[in-house]
């Protein structure tokens, strides 16, 4: 691994190699090992999660190398440079159709994809239901018994290289139309209510004691999360501006998936 992670970053630095077979090939089988799990965009080491770097680069270099082909499948027709994902019976994942995976992204066995899309670098965990309409971006890592629920849109990214992939840890439920994106980090068994929107520049303001916490780029674990607003001044008057609140924190008795919704009803949440 430490070879083929030397010659991506040669490759990087030098791109006339890119038409080399050697140099497709090394991309090539960055991608492959993405698709089959061997290797993650970023991974978690206690509480801190490490961007794998080069991985992104080969991602990144994938594209150019790739040709444009017709993609055929029935009916339906298709025009792209990556080819889609395959074997979902072997990988013991259901995709409900038109569920769409790109190559390069990793489902691990249990994940349940409805009418969605996941895109190339993304890793999803077992047990995850990714619902209808749902996105799943570019290198977004998911964990495991997340419920991405209808209309979810989880940012992708790619570039700059540094940049943090937006994270949603185990067993968080992401209520509909809630859009995460910029890196943002989900601790575990966070609940966000519908249409909580969520950059690196959202105020997520803690309003359960009695002075207000803010957070930006990060819901802390357990968290119960809905939309909300708040006052800012503008040369033209005052406003109101999107924010998240943290109204409360999930309790023992909602631990479940099944029992999700009630962790939003004790809160007269919407999901």
């Given at each position: 691994m430490e070879e083929l992670k030397s010659f991506i970053e040669m490759i990087w630095d030098d791109r006339t190699m890119l038409k080399e077979d050697k140099s497709k090939e090394a991309i090539r089988s960055v991608v492959e090992l993405l698709d089959e799990g061997k290797l993650r965009v970023a991974e978690q080491s206690g509480d801190v999660w490490k961007v794998n770097d080069w991985v992104k680069k080969a991602v990144v270099m994938y594209f150019p190398i790739q040709q444009m082909e017709t993609i055929e499948i029935?009916?339906?027709?298709?025009?792209?440079?990556?080819?889609?994902?395959?074997?979902?019976?072997?990988?013991?994942?259901?995709?409900?159709?038109?569920?769409?995976?790109?190559?390069?992204?990793?489902?691990?066995?249990?994940?349940?994809?409805?009418?969605s899309y996941v895109n190339i670098?993304?890793?999803?965990?077992?047990?995850?239901?990714?619902?209808?309409?749902?996105?799943?971006?570019?290198?977004?890592?998911?964990?495991?018994?997340?419920?991405?629920?209808g209309g979810v849109g989880i940012g992708g990214v790619l570039e700059p290289l540094q940049a943090s992939p937006t994270i949603i840890e185990d067993n968080c439920f992401i209520g509909s139309r809630c859009i995460i994106v910029e890196g943002v980090?989900?601790?575990?068994?966070?609940?966000?209510?519908?249409?909580?929107?969520?950059t690196q520049s959202t105020h997520i303001i803690d309003v359960t004691g009695p002075e207000p916490i803010?957070?930006?780029?990060?819901?802390?674990?357990?968290?119960?999360?809905?939309?909300?607003?708040?006052?800012?001044?503008?040369?033209a008057g005052d406003y109101q501006v999107n924010c998240a609140l943290i109204i409360g924190q999930r309790k023992p008795s909602t631990d479940t998936k099944v029992s999700l919704n009630e962790a939003l009803r004790e809160y007269d949440v919407a999901v």
């Open positions: 029935g009916p339906f027709e298709f025009h792209d440079k990556i080819p889609l994902k395959k074997n979902y019976a072997k990988q013991g994942v259901r995709v409900v159709p038109h569920a769409i995976a790109r190559h390069g992204c990793f489902l691990e066995s249990g994940v349940i994809l409805m009418p670098g993304a890793w999803v965990g077992t047990g995850t239901m990714v619902d209808t309409w749902a996105t799943v971006g570019s290198c977004a890592q998911i964990g495991r018994h997340v419920h991405l629920s980090r989900v601790r575990k068994e966070a609940v966000l209510g519908a249409n909580v929107v969520l803010i957070y930006r780029g990060e819901v802390p674990e357990r968290s119960v999360v809905i939309p909300g607003s708040y006052t800012k001044k503008f040369a």
